[in-house]
């Protein structure tokens, strides 16, 4: 998609000295601009209409008081931003845009209906995409992966928003949406008139291409918290001109090289060639804890031949044995001349140079010349635009090698001689005339900064020369100091190279606020895709913190959503942190949308804080799928209880028509089947994976029985129906298909699946608790009703293999005699037991059902009730779970061990009773962990707060 160019050039007289007589210049195209209505000159009488529209609301203390508003000063914030298209905080013209959106989008007609299942299938993109590659960030979704989403859920023209938007790759994808080879590769087909079709199976079992979305751009709004972030994003949602930025970053890089190119040469092993450094090796120095001496950590611990580390090697002087991860590190006083004070840093020596004379590259132990080129550059002075901010008290900084680094400001992550040809660089672009260009030529300056310091590692045995751990700050033992001039040279061609056919007019507007805080119109986005922050999974505004000292405007960390010992932000807290943010994507979702939301955790306490808030604020979640991005982080690697997918929520914010008939349907049983019919609408009819249907645990009625209680509880209602009640109703009014519930014509669409694939899978089950327990004894038995003896080896096995440690063991008699029927051999052989007898064995079909052969076969055999027939079982169920709570009320200590199903079947009757205090102080009595990683305790414990608070 290219673009009119916003410059164009000129032949004017060459600089003094260069050699040439003429050289070409670019100015400003002075073709005019139309931009929310208006019309400007050029794009620079543009950007200074709205800088300094933006300069006068940077002025009113209202304006600086909204959540999330970004520590800097009013120039460096002007500096920063692109108005009205990329503000580096809160942008005032956001509902500008969607005005304009809005009237831009065709006529529809007064009787269409929205209507979107969730996307359910499971999505795999890989992160090796040029755009995706162009810019490094802690964590990013494939843009390809986002635009399965944005197809399925939106037509050309929508406004999508992402409040988390990171580097901005929902604002690419939105704008790939329009790209017809884009949308091909992921494997659709696109037609002459726009219609996208993908691929399906029909009722014959033959594959056949449907159509399901349309061709053409959809509108973006990308908000996050971090400068650094939006900053990014902005860059990628935006028009540049790629052959100006090209020529621009060409001549700055010949010009700073021109000026160093003198610290980067080497004396070849000949005495006589002079070679250029590709990269150098700095090792620490370490101190012997058995004999004083101190040694070359590089020298003792690196292994030449395999080119690993040793985890145990020996002191050199005494011969000790010594772990790498036990070792002294010695350090060195030196005058920081930024700082006019003396500071300790770990002594650091280089070890090797590897260098190229010609095309052919070799290595060397630095000799005295390296060694004194070394000195020489570390007396000259910083270069001012190098930073050297203070870095505050934060985790980052706490954790692994961080606290003997010696680093207390930003200068300090950087050797002497990339801090100063980094210090040229961004002074030249510094500059420059704010534009685009200069934007982007930023964006690739700090793209490397990271792969510039001391925080990458040297791994000879890895071809790719930036190896710093990501998602973390960790200073290695032995840095690679690479040379500055071949990573700007590389960057700048995959920069080049990625973005020269992605540019469009299309600009997807970018402020820098709180997600809670979005200043966005009510009811005026058509979908949400989010990728928030997860627990503590990483520590965003702390990583950012070292990109954004170079702009000087920084995150505010107060509404950052994270758990953070440091900033004292425990996991309630990022509830409570996560509920405003999705209360602001409620109430600016159109009732009727969808909302993905991508997450990306291992722990069970943060993943039911996310489902929790997202239904707390509202929406009802319609599917859960994976999401797997191929390419996994060091924290995924490393830690065995890390997730390798990512879970995608897929939830929807209800239609206006049943929030108003809800109202005055509450108190009546009908409240409750209305929302049935409404939620069973919104859910996955099939999921196919492969060449199997695969069960929706969504639609399973124990699930329906669960969100149908959360809405009304969350609503503030008291549930009009019981478990046997909801399950006799269920079966009355819908129709049931392999254990799960449809409305008739999602259950015609069933059939007709399951006849053109054949087979359906069921869910595997791990059985960890009561609960599970159940759900695996109510499968087993629904495919075979068994006997005691031929259960309870089963039973044992799976129950011994994960069984929660809070959990009371119960018999396998307790949960048959609760929850099951046996068929004592009395009357005539139940259903369930004869339709499997007579489909296994042949001498028994077509025989009555009192007949004594088929009985003596069908005597003591368990089996899952008729729900016409569980009523008294759950009752008998209740009363023993209740008998079992009302003994944790009277216990005086914490609960260790304990009944879970009993808490939860205490914590329903309390709340119907509207006791909420029992809610709280039988609460107080569990394990934390137990609260949080449970999604119906912790809704009833976060309702009975939010009562009790109101009472």
Known sequence: MKQESMFKS??????????????EDWVA????????????????????????????????????????????SDEDILNLSDPPYYTACPNPWIADFIAEWEAQKPEQPKDKHYHREPFAADVSEGKQDPIYNAHSYHTKVPYKAIMRYLLHYTQPGDIVFDGFAGTGMTGVAAQMCGDREVVMSLGYQVKSDGQI????????GKNVWKPFSRIGVRHAILNDLSPAATFIASNYNTNIDIQRFQKEANRILAEVENECEWMYKTTHTDGKSTGVINYVVWSEVNLCSECGHEFVFYDVAHDKDTKKVRENFSCPHCSSELKKGRLDIVYESIFDVRLQQIVKRPKRVPVLVNYSVGKKRYEKLPDSNDIELSRKIEDLPLPEEVPSTEIPDMQMMRVGRMQGSGVTHTHHFFLSRPAYVLGLFWRKVNSLQRSNVKSLLQFWLDSHLVNLSIRNRYRPEVSFPYNPLTGVFYVPSMVSEPSVFPAYSNKLKRIVAALSNFRSNNYNPVQTASTSASILPPNSQDYIFTDPPFGENIYYSDLNFFVESWY?????????????????????????????????????????????????????????TIQTTLQEVGFVIGNVAALDKKQRSFQSVTSPTAVKQDLVISAYKPNGGFEQRFEHEVQTEEGVWDFVRTHLSYLPTVKVQGNALQFIPERDPRILFDQMIAYFVR??????????????????????RDGMYFLPEQSAEHDRKKMSIGRIVQASLFVSDEASSIQWLRALLREKPQSYQDLYHQFIQETQRAWNKNESSLELSTLLEQNFLRYDGKGPVPEQIHAYLSTNWKELR????????????????????????????????????????????EVKKKLKVFRLEAVRAGFKKAWQERDYSVIVAVADKIPNNVLEEDPKLLMWYDQAVTRMGGE
Not at 197 to 204: A, C, K, T, V, W
Not at 563 to 585: I, P, W
Request: aromatic content about 12%; glycine content about 4%; overall charge neutral.
């Open 846 to 889: 077509n025989l009555p059902k009192d007949d004594p052969a088929l009985v003596t076969k069908a005597r003591d055999r368990w089996y899952v009730p008729d729900p016409n027939k569980a009523g008294d079982l759950e009752k008998l169920r209740e009363k023993a779970l209740l008998k079992e709570f009302e003994e944790y009320k």
């Open 715 to 736: 609503k503030g209602y008291p549930v009009p129906i019981s478990s046997n009640e909801f399950q006799i109703g269920l079966a009355q009014r819908f129709i049931e």
């Open 29 to 72: 195209n002075v073709a005019p601009e139309t931009c929310l209505g208006m019309t400007f000159e050029n794009d620079e009488a543009r950007r200074a209409h709205f800088t300094e529209e933006l300069r006068k609301k940077l002025q009113d203390p209202e304006f600086r008081k909204i959540e999330g508003f970004p520590i800097g």
């Open 10 to 23: 000129k032949y004017v007289p060459a600089k003094e000295g260069s050699g040439k007589l003429f050289e």
């Open 197 to 204: 079709l993908r691929e399906e199976i029909d009722e014959n």
């Open 552 to 608: 000087r405007v920084f995150t505010n960390t107060k509404p950052e959503a994270i758990v953070d010992k440091v900033r004292q932000k425990a996991l309630t807290d990022y509830q409570s942190l996560m509920r405003d943010c999705f209360l602001e994507y409620y109430r600016v979702l159109k009732p009727g949308r969808w909302i993905t939301v991508e997450f990306s955790n291992s722990q069970a306490s943060v993943w039911n």
